[in-house]
């Protein structure tokens, strides 16, 4: 194989260096400072392919018409014969002995089992006997985690023959330490129960009060259901889309929307339900209290924000927390009690009676909860969700810092300031990798779901290599020799999920990253020069190592595997296969396994630490290490960020090993939680003094059945949302109703929503599976688009859908240039969503006039580029005001963005790694221009609207949402600007549906 040296170069100059050193000159070895001897760093290391176990039973034998008691054990071992994760089939050996009746007795199996579907069989050679049997097994885990919480099952065997038995016993696994030990426990979160025994005093019918009730819970019923105007669509699937049906359901909730516009003439639909509801909740309060109807609204608006404060906190937040879980009971009727408490207590405090304003209360939430089972809800769904407006008035979630507040008080997550984003394109993030590693001081932790031994041909995977051996190897070469002087040795942290683990054939590099200092690398003979890299890097670190006399020292002091366990990457394969965690709520017989629930972080942390709000960086990347991630035509963003905000990530990491068995005290010490350091907070001050102004609420969810605040963040974020918001979304995986619904309701509410799926021909291999559920749900919206634009644009609201189909080749920026031109010249509005000045447009034309003269007459692709078609994968949001965009578009400072854009397209800075990292001095240039513009605007403006920037691992499917582990960073503020022009460029590569039927053109059913 031959190693292109533009990219190898780049790296060993991150690194520091071009070659291995061979040697050193001894330097005095200082003393190290006290207490900084390094503790041992323990780690879940790499699941082995043997799994030994322990079997203890009772049972009878018959024999020779003679029934006999038995009692023995046995010990064996299980493989997988395919991957683990599915259990679909393995063997097992075994040696068993006992006795029967009163003889004793022994002899070995041999087996096939399925621990998915817990059954196996095989052949028995019983040595008393002297005769083979054959054998059936049962085995299950009688509770998850199995019996004891270590993985132990229940296991009945059946030997049949002329000598049958049957045995009933306890299989323990043996030498597995986190079996049963690496999934929760509960499957559901638990809601509070009522403890209310007797209904409160009820509201006299045919008074003033009862009918303006009746009114708020006219209003109510309307709140809801523009909430959920795509569940009246009959959700989604993936089989045949029944247009006729969609129609239908449209043409009815057009015409109920059109009856209803007489009743509150002049205001956009839901502007008007929404207020009237408002307005008859603070009019019943202010009656309850015995004003006269005249002054009543104003009477009541002090005890209904009291009321709808308590409620958004008691009811609204804690539900709509367990968003993507089960949940036990499934009611609103504890978290109403609770809040009921509380606002009795509120109430004790207030002059006046009470008993009318408690029953005004009680009638509230009673049409609450009829209009939320009404519509669906309840029932073991995890995907319930209450409205925001039916706590909140709009003047309450106007402004950034309003919103800001209540994300905050939603997710329980500070919104830190102090800190730096930086928006970087998918071919940056190997060599952004590779710096963080070389220049770790503390630590480097690389969280990913792959890391690829191989490639999809089988061989070895180029950045697989490139990272261990010019990443890792180099890196701990270089601290060894430095270990003397400093005294530091950083601890190379790796925390890798068991599917990419199993999937990519990690064990290949980690094999060398867990075992640098003697372990072999064997590799096919053509791949001969990674194999020489290799040895030269393992020969260095081995002799800065032996040259090290403080290693020396501390090998003497603490044993010989001390250097071993040192010198390394500290592997750690979260959430293996154990089929000991089962559900019914997961598909399989009798019960699924909860292996099918992944962990998709992908995530990098250097020497960030709760202590200090300047230390280190973090990575928050779609892209994983791996060489079909490195090709140019995988469309990806990454965030690199500095500051504060980067803690909460450690603190995920934390959890993440503690929830796979590690222990407290077992922790790695820099993951260990860090106290402030005394300037903290004027250290933030500093940093903001400074320019890193960026506020950021990182957002997690937790593998399995755990917190969903990643999908929690993100559907808040679209439900707090004012009219007037611009709301962008582009993702991979479209499947889940949950995520349209959601939009769908911020358009009705008066934001335009531009949804963005890739087409088949642009989708990558990994979200192809899920491409006729995305057909089917983007159908549905088009229609809904189609017959309500004109109902949603009254309120101020719209809906686009489009699907990625840029064909334009990589590499070739006068091609990119020219779809984007004319997909605007194409869709007017989205030439509205950026109404760039005359003086702009002529910029652009000038740029691709400049690229097509440079453009070769024999276009020549990259010869790197495998794949000529971009495949989108990015994750990536943006929400704005609308007012504020359109005056930044006409900004001067935007104009010098895209012109400089325009620059970076031709100069290919950012499209393949080969190219080298972005200069210093330009690493700001585009989005430092356009927050420049933004400083520019009116501050009344700046004040008085919003901007979100959102990126992460979650995609829009069922799985993110239920099942898998994830993770978004929020970007509040001008820094989330970043991303603004960046959708002006996916926009551009986009086919906007305007006609159903190209649904099916670009994604076209299955056969």
């Not at 008007?272 to 408002?278: C, F, G, K, M, T």
């Not at 709760?610 to 140019?632: C, I, K, Q, W, Y």
């Not at 889940?736 to 088949?760: K, Y």
């Not at 430092?928 to 499917?957: C, H, N, S, W």
Request: aromatic share 8%; hydrophobic share 40%; net charge neutral.
């Amino acid at each position: 194989m031959t190693l292109r040296a533009p990219f190898v170069l780049g790296l060993a100059l991150a690194a520091g260096h071009v070659r291995p050193l061979r040697g050193q000159a001894p330097e005095p070895v200082p003393p190290p400072p006290a207490g900084t001897v390094p503790e041992p760093i323990r780690s879940l290391g790499q699941p082995g392919p043997w799994k030994p176990y322990l079997t203890l039973g009772l049972g009878y034998a018959r024999e020779s018409g003679e029934d006999l008691g038995l009692a023995g054990g046995a010990l064996g071992t299980y493989r997988d014969l395919f991957p683990s994760l599915g259990g679909r089939l393995g063997w097992q050996a075994e040696a068993y002995g006992g006795t029967v009746g009163s003889d004793l007795d022994g002899g070995g199996r041999l087996m096939l089992r399925s621990p998915f579907y817990l059954l196996g069989g095989g052949l028995d050679f019983n040595a008393r006997l002297g005769q083979f049997r054959g054998i059936a097994s049962l085995q299950f885990p009688p509770v998850r985690g199995g019996l004891f919480g270590r993985g132990a099952e229940i296991r009945l065997d059946w030997l049949a023959g002329e000598a049958q038995a049957v045995q009933l016993g306890v299989q323990l696994p043996i030498g597995e330490p986190r079996a049963g030990r690496t999934r929760p426990r509960r499957e559901a979160v638990r809601l509070p129960r009522s403890a209310r025994t007797a209904p409160g005093e009820p509201v006299p019918d045919g008074s003033a009060l009862a009918r303006e009730l009746e009114r708020m819970s006219d209003a109510a019923r309307w709140v809801f259901r523009f909430s959920e105007v795509f569940g009246e669509l009959g959700g989604a699937g993936s089989g045949a889309v029944d247009l006729g049906a969609i129609e239908a359901a449209v043409v009815r909730l057009r015409s109920d929307l059109l009856e209803r516009d007489p009743a509150r003439p002049g205001r956009p639909p839901y502007e008007r339900e929404l207020l009237a509801y408002h307005a008859a909740l603070e009019r019943a309060f202010g009656l309850a209290g015995g004003t006269p109807d005249s002054t009543a609204q104003a009477a009541g608006a002090a005890t209904a924000r009291a009321a709808r404060t308590i409620v958004l906190e008691e009811v609204i937040f804690p539900y709509d927390a367990a968003i993507g879980r089960y949940k036990e009971p499934d009611t609103l009727e504890g978290l109403v009690a609770r809040a009921r408490a509380r606002f009795a207590g509120w109430l004790a405090g207030q002059p006046g009676e009470t008993r009318a304003a408690l029953a005004t209360f009680d009638a509230w939430m009673e049409a609450v909860r009829q209009h939320w089972r009404g519509i669906g809800q309840g029932g073991g769904s995890t995907r319930s969700w209450l409205p925001l407006g039916l706590v909140l008035r709009p003047e309450e979630h106007r402004t950034q810092a309003q919103v800001d507040e209540l994300l905050a008080r939603a997710t329980g997550e500070e919104m830190t300031g102090g800190n730096a984003v930086l928006y970087l394109q998918a071919g940056q993030f190997q060599l952004a990798l590779s710096r963080t590693i070389q220049d770790a001081e503390d630590y480097h932790l690389l969280w990913m779901d792959a890391f690829q031994g191989t490639d999809r041909s089988g061989q070895p995977d180029r950045i697989g290599f490139y990272q261990s051996a010019l990443g890792y190897l180099s890196a701990l070469t270089r601290r060894v020799r430095e270990y003397d002087r400093t005294g530091r040795l950083p601890a190379y942290i790796l925390l890798l999920d068991m599917e990419g683990w199993e999937q990519g054939a990690s064990r290949l590099w980690l094999d060398l990253l867990e075992r640098p200092l003697d372990h072999r690398m064997e590799l096919p003979p053509r791949y001969g020069a990674m194999a020489e890299v290799i040895a030269a890097w393992q020969d260095s670190l081995r002799q800065a190592v032996a040259a090290s006399r403080r290693l020396d020292g501390e090998a003497e002091a603490f044993g010989p595997g001390w250097v071993r366990d040192r010198v390394k990457v500290h592997v750690n394969v979260l959430n293996p296969a154990d089929f000991s965690f089962r559900s019914r709520r997961l598909p399989g017989f009798p019960a699924g396994a909860d292996n099918q629930m992944r962990d998709r972080r992908r995530l990098v942390l250097r020497d960030v630490t709760e202590a200090n709000p300047a230390a280190g960086e973090m990575l928050v990347s779609g892209v994983a290490v791996g060489d079909r991630f490195t090709a140019p035509s995988w469309e990806d963003r990454i965030l690199l960020v500095t500051g504060p905000a980067a803690a909460a990530a450690k603190r995920e990491a934390r959890a993440a090993l503690l929830g796979n068995g590690l222990g407290e005290t077992d922790l790695p010490a820099p993951l260990r939680e860090a106290t402030r350091i005394p300037d903290f907070g004027p250290m933030v001050g500093l940093l903001e003094a400074a320019g890193s102004t960026a506020r950021i609420l990182q957002a997690h969810n937790a593998t399995g059945w755990g917190e969903k605040e990643a999908s929690f963040a993100q559907l808040l974020l679209w439900d707090l949302a004012p009219p007037g918001t611009v709301i962008y979304v582009a993702d991979d995986r479209w499947t889940d109703p949950l995520w349209v619904t959601r939009l769908l309701a911020a358009a009705v509410r008066g934001c335009e929503v531009f949804l963005v799926a890739p087409s088949l021909a642009n989708a990558p291999a990994e979200a192809r599976p899920a491409m006729p559920a995305t057909r089917h749900l983007f159908t549905r919206l088009a229609v809904v688009g189609q017959e309500l634009g004109d109902i949603l644009r009254h309120g101020g609201g719209d809906l686009h859908v489009g699907l990625y189909t840029r064909r334009a080749p990589v590499g070739i920026p006068s091609a990119k240039l020219w779809e984007v031109d004319t997909t605007y010249g194409k869709y007017a509005f989205l030439r509205a969503q950026f109404p760039f000045p005359e003086a702009t447009s002529h910029m652009l034309w000038e740029h691709r006039g400049r690229m097509d003269s440079a453009r070769p007459a024999v276009e020549t692709p990259p010869a790197d580029r495998r794949e000529a078609v971009p495949r989108l994968h990015r994750r990536v949001q943006f929400l704005g005001s609308r007012e504020l965009l359109d005056r930044l578009a006409r900004r001067p400072e935007v104009h010098d963005a895209l012109d400089l854009t325009m620059q970076e397209w031709s100069e290919g800075v950012t499209s393949s790694p080969e190219r080298g990292p972005i200069p210093a001095q330009r690493r700001f240039g585009v989005a430092g221009r356009v927050m420049a513009g933004f400083d520019e605007l009116p501050a009344a403006l700046q004040d008085t609207t919003l901007l979100y920037l959102i990126l992460g691992t979650t995609a829009k499917d069922t799985a993110s949402l239920v099942q898998d582990g994830g993770a978004v960073t929020v970007v509040s503020g001008r820094w989330s600007l970043s991303a603004w022009l960046d959708f002006w460029a996916l926009f551009g590569s986009t086919t906007w549906i305007e006609r159903v039927e190209e649904v099916d053109e670009l994604i076209p059913p299955r056969d």
